[in-house]
């Protein structure tokens, strides 16, 4: 990026500036991914304390009695692992249909002549910033006559107001990006209109739609409130719904299992996002080769 | 390669199963817009038929236990009932959410609710519950306070499960006898943190900004012989409620502005680490205090929180059964509530989960020698002064939260905080 | 800087509409079929709520009494103007907390997406982890977030004690206005950075490469490459970013619902949060469903806003 000449020498002078601005943007990159993971560490250390040392009532930077029985509660005896495969099962299903409906509609929005775009663009943007409590209770009510109380199905429609919205406006916004001039080359050369998307702007778009799709995943991995309003039997529930029901009674938190929950719902996330975003780089290196 | 079959024939497709769904959608829309009347209580199965019927409910761990337990008895008694467990949020305002959802809908499910006490007189004006006195279940089992507390117009409408009430703890090694007055416990807070260095807090209380706080000023206001009427709320026992709540703060310091973050688990923490002289908090502590790993074991007192005039005060805020209105099981609901508040079963309760019984007759010389501290519990109890029964209840507290948290912060000076937030439920009541 | 500019010219989009000169026809029919789906499935999941908060707006509308079930015109949209129900302050402090937050938020996020774009080992690493807060779901990252602002036990509170910084043992939630808003900043900027890093990101990863190397040839320096070549063409994502990020702040809840339930007193209440309460609190549906309306409408004119300000030029 900055600083790599065509040669690819570093000029002189320029080159020990450019060294030492490297090295200074490491140094920044490291500070800033620790300080963001902080609360992550006050999280696993509080994740592995057990309840007793609650009446100690004093910070510790690590627990006395470090112990992993907490995750045992929240794993099996409050069977959190069948929490997880709800969420992922939500999660799934929304962001499939979502990337099939966002990239569409993204695609349309950003290269086809439709009149009034901007209308389009603008509704499917406000319908994501409708606010929720004013959704709450009419949507149970359709809910509850269609029958999709309690189901993934039910769950993972609702939840399409989450990601629709952010998805078709960045598709839209990347899928701009693409210069128009490679999609007219591919039509000259003969290749029929899906032809051409298909060889040519899939794979530039990528990068973009693996984005688009780790996006979707997060926000219905991370929804409360529809979870709340719609799922009715433990053995629905999505991983945040879980952490929330099964470590607060009436008048008791307990701030440790709260903590494994925590954990063990980010853990999936991680490793999907390390996974996925290799996917966005060979993209990125393919598209360069351009 | 070949192009994505995606595009060529679902192009045709596409749109009318969009449409389809939407339209399917509209005309739900349409059925729920004029249908939510289904589940009129034409039909009523009666008691002897096979049915199941929904307890909707929180609970977990020990509690979860008991109502467990409680079931499978009812069900052996009543062979052809079986009672299905629909969990709710265990945070107050989440399960009032749910709750509420179901009621509006008109859902015949879930028969039987597990009600906050605030709850049921707006249930009971919105005719989603049915008064149970005339169903058979007798308010005089019930104690007295306890039957104060589900009564609205007259009729009982929520049978209280179990008793709880919001009294004072305190530390039996750093006073010799529980304080009389306030201003005792003032005096007595102030001597504490000078003898131990280990305390923090004179007085630990719930200053967050949540009914545990109103819960809380309940108590205060009892003990200046003021208390929570909405018509007439700007009065000389609760100006000098608020203006004690403040010094505790801001003169005699004997309570840190960190309770500004605290809830129940706070307060239960600094207590039973050591850090707290005396606090304010709920029956559950008790099991709490003498368990393992608590700092204060067999050094604790549990009483009435004092008053002016000696007989002391205690909040009373829990939870009550409550009858679905267009629940088509009326006959086995009340059968279920009737066996929830079988002393028996209410002892059984009490010793598994630590929920007191709120039926007199379950206080017994068993209860006692199972757990001796409900003779303490029941001491306090004797105090109780039920929350307000107002269908307007949740708007009055969030009104009482906002002026709490505003003089906790001194951002607001106590007369001048009392009067606003008394013209504002004047305004609510009218 | 010509061969730069030149080389920017190239490959910027043009318009669509000139492009499909004489296919424009198919073109256009291809297009709306294809945004259908979204379009309506969006409209199946909002029509109904939209529908129903329009109609109960022109009611007084009590959930929990409903014989007092009333037409009342425009008299709910009167209270939300006229300061009645705490609306006043409330939307002062929604509009101050997001021209605040929006800025600072969006700033971290370019300022970390210009890190990551750069070839530094173990930045798909870093990348992952600086996910992770987004991973949190809001409400408990808003409950995590109370905990570790504890005076006392917090987490906060030991670091800032261990580095003998100022701040140890402050009350930060509901005792004073502005270390609350401060504390609802911090956390929300927390979990949101990331956000906007991952999509500044994604867009400065469709600049083409041959612009920077342009660039150089040129002899532009960073601060000029950066202004000229890469804020412009980022737009598409700034835009979004900014957008988003601006409507969640004008809707933020969670956070101040957990932290400090628009305390002390009711400084840190928000339009969600009066929004919320009318509904769920007051049950009063009639009311609610004005606010609601009404954020609807500031949702439309801020993204209208936007869109006229960083409309990217053709």
């Not at chain 1, 099939?100 to 439709?114: M, Q």
């Not at chain 2, 007189?121 to 005339?134: D, G, Q």
């Not at chain 3, 900014?242 to 932290?259: E, G, K, N, W």
């Amino acid at each position: 990026m900055t600083g790599i000449s065509a040669l690819g020498k570093p000029r002189a002078g320029r080159g020990m500036t450019r060294r030492w601005r490297h090295r200074w943007a490491v140094l920044a990159l490291a500070v800033i991914t620790l300080i963001f993971l902080v609360p992550f560490f006050w999280v696993l250390s509080q994740s592995l304390e057990p309840t007793a040392e609650f009446s100690r009532n004093v910070p510790t930077l690590w627990p006395s009695h470090p112990t992993l029985g907490n995750y045992y509660t929240v794993l099996i005896r409050d069977s959190f692992s069948r929490s997880i495969l709800s969420s992922f099962i939500v999660a799934a299903i929304t962001t499939v249909i979502t990337l099939v409906v966002g990239a569409l509609a993204g695609y349309a929005l950003s290269r086809l002549p439709i009149r009034g775009r901007g209308l389009v663009l603008g509704f499917v943007i406000l319908a994501g910033f409708f606010p929720l409590t004013a959704m709450m209770g009419p949507l149970f009510d359709v809910m509850g006559h269609i029958g999709l109380l309690n189901t993934y199905l039910g769950l993972s429609i609702a939840d399409l107001i989450y990601t629709v919205p952010l998805t078709t406006w960045l598709l839209a916004s990347l899928f701009g990006q693409i210069p128009m001039e490679i999609e007219e080359a591919a039509l000259v050369d003969g290749a029929s209109r899906l032809g051409a998307v298909w060889r040519v702007i899939v794979p530039l778009a990528a990068p973009a739609l693996v984005t688009a799709a780790i996006f979707s995943f997060l926000l219905v991995w991370n929804d409360f409130a529809f979870s709340l309003a719609f799922l009715q039997t433990a053995n629905r529930f999505t991983a945040p719904l879980s952490i929330v029901m099964l470590s607060q009674t009436k008048y008791q938190v307990f701030y440790n299992l709260t903590d494994a929950g925590v954990l063990l719902t980010a853990l999936p996330i991680f490793v999907l996002v390390l996974f996925a975003q290799r996917r966005i780089v060979s993209g990125l290196t393919t598209g360069a080769l351009r | 390669m070949r192009p994505r079959p995606r595009h060529v024939f679902s192009r045709a497709r596409r749109p009318k199963n969009a449409l389809s769904v939407s339209a399917a959608l509209v005309l739900a829309v349409a059925l729920s817009a004029c249908g939510s009347s289904g589940g009129s209580s034409g039909s009523q199965i009666s008691a002897s038929t096979k049915q199941t019927i929904v307890f909707a409910t929180t609970g977990l761990g020990a509690e979860a236990q008991a109502t467990a337990a409680e079931i499978k008895a009812f069900e052996k008694v009543h062979p052809n009932i079986t009672v299905k467990v629909q969990q709710l949020a265990s945070t107050s305002n989440d399960a009032y959410q749910q709750v509420v959802h179901y009621f509006e809908a008109g859902d015949a499910v879930p028969d039987v609710v597990d009600a906050d006490t605030a709850w049921p007189a707006s249930f009971a004006r919105a005719n989603w519950i049915l008064p149970l006195s005339s169903d058979g279940i007798s308010p005089g089992v019930l104690l007295p306070k306890a039957r104060a507390s589900g009564t609205y117009q007259g009729k009982l409408y929520a049978a209280m499960w179990y008793f709880n009430a919001e009294g004072l703890y305190y530390r039996t090694d750093l006073v010799k006898q529980p304080p009389k007055t306030p201003q005792q416990l003032v005096t007595d807070a102030e001597s504490a943190l000078k003898a131990d260095p280990h305390l923090r807090e004179g007085l630990a209380l719930e200053g967050m900004k949540y009914e545990g706080f109103v819960t809380v000023f309940i108590d205060l206001m009892g003990a200046f012989g003021g208390g929570l009427n909405p018509a007439h709320f700007d009065t000389p026992g609760n100006l000098k409620a608020l203006e004690f709540l403040h010094s505790l703060v801001y003169q005699y310091k004997v309570t840190p502005q960190a309770v500004a973050g605290w809830s129940e688990q706070n307060v239960q923490d600094a207590f039973v680490s050591g850090q707290a002289a005396f606090a304010t908090n709920w029956p559950y502590l008790q099991s709490l205090v003498n368990a393992k790993g608590s700092a204060v074991i067999d050094k604790t007192g549990f009483v009435p929180f004092p008053s002016d005039n000696g007989a002391g005060v205690a909040t009373v805020a829990s939870d009550a059964l409550v009858i679905n209105a267009k629940s088509a099981h009326r006959a086995a609901d009340v059968d279920f509530v009737k066996w929830m508040l079988n002393p028996g079963q209410q002892i059984n309760r009490a010793v598994t989960s630590g929920d007191p019984p709120s039926v007199a007759a379950a206080y017994t010389s068993a209860l006692f020698s199972k757990a001796p501290y409900f003779r303490a519990d029941l001491n306090v109890f004797k105090a109780g002064v039920p929350r307000l029964v107002s269908p307007d209840y949740l708007q009055i507290s969030t009104d009482v939260q906002n002026m709490l948290s505003s003089v906790l912060a001194n951002q607001t000076a106590p007369a001048q905080a009392l009067s606003q937030t008394a013209a504002e439920l004047a305004s609510l009541s009218k | 800087m010509t061969s730069t500019s030149t080389a920017i010219r190239r490959v910027t989009p043009s318009t669509p509409p000139r492009r499909w000169g004489r296919r424009s026809a198919s073109g256009k029919r291809l297009g709306y079929v294809l945004v259908s789906p979204a379009v309506l499935v969006l409209l199946a999941i909002t029509g109904f709520p939209l529908v129903y908060n329009i109609w109960n707006s022109f009611h007084y509308f009590d959930l929990l009494n409903p014989t007092s079930h009333r037409f009342v015109g425009l008299e709910n949209y009167r209270q939300v103007f006229s300061n009645q129900t705490g609306l006043g302050p409330a939307i002062e402090h929604t509009i101050g907390y997001t021209a605040v937050s929006v800025p600072i938020e969006v700033g971290l996020g370019l300022g970390i997406a210009l890190l990551l774009n750069r070839p530094i080992r173990g930045r798909g690493v870093a990348r992952s982890l600086l996910l992770l807060p987004w991973a949190v779901p809001t409400v408990i990252s808003a409950t995590v977030w109370k905990t570790m602002l504890d005076p006392q036990t917090g987490g906060v509170d030991y670091v800032l004690s261990l580095l003998h910084l100022p701040g140890a043992h402050t009350t930060w939630l509901n005792t004073s206005s502005l270390l609350s808003w401060v504390a609802i900043l911090f956390a929300d900027t927390w979990q949101v950075v990331p956000f906007a890093a991952i999509i500044l990101l994604a867009g400065l990863q469709g600049i083409p490469r041959e612009l920077y190397e342009a660039a150089t040839v040129d002899g532009a320096g960073a601060w000029r490459t950066f202004w000229r070549i890469t804020l412009p063409l980022l737009r598409p994502a700034l835009l979004v970013v900014l957008v988003f990020r601006t409507l969640s702040a004008l809707m933020i809840f969670d956070i101040i619902y957990a932290l400090t339930g628009s305390g002390p007193g009711t400084s840190t209440s928000t339009l969600a949060y009066v929004d919320w309460n009318s509904f769920l609190v007051n049950g009063n549906f009639g009311l609610g469903g004005a606010i609601s309306v009404v954020m609807v409408a500031i949702a439309l004119i801020v993204a209208a806003a936007y869109r006229l300000i960083l409309r990217p030029k053709a």
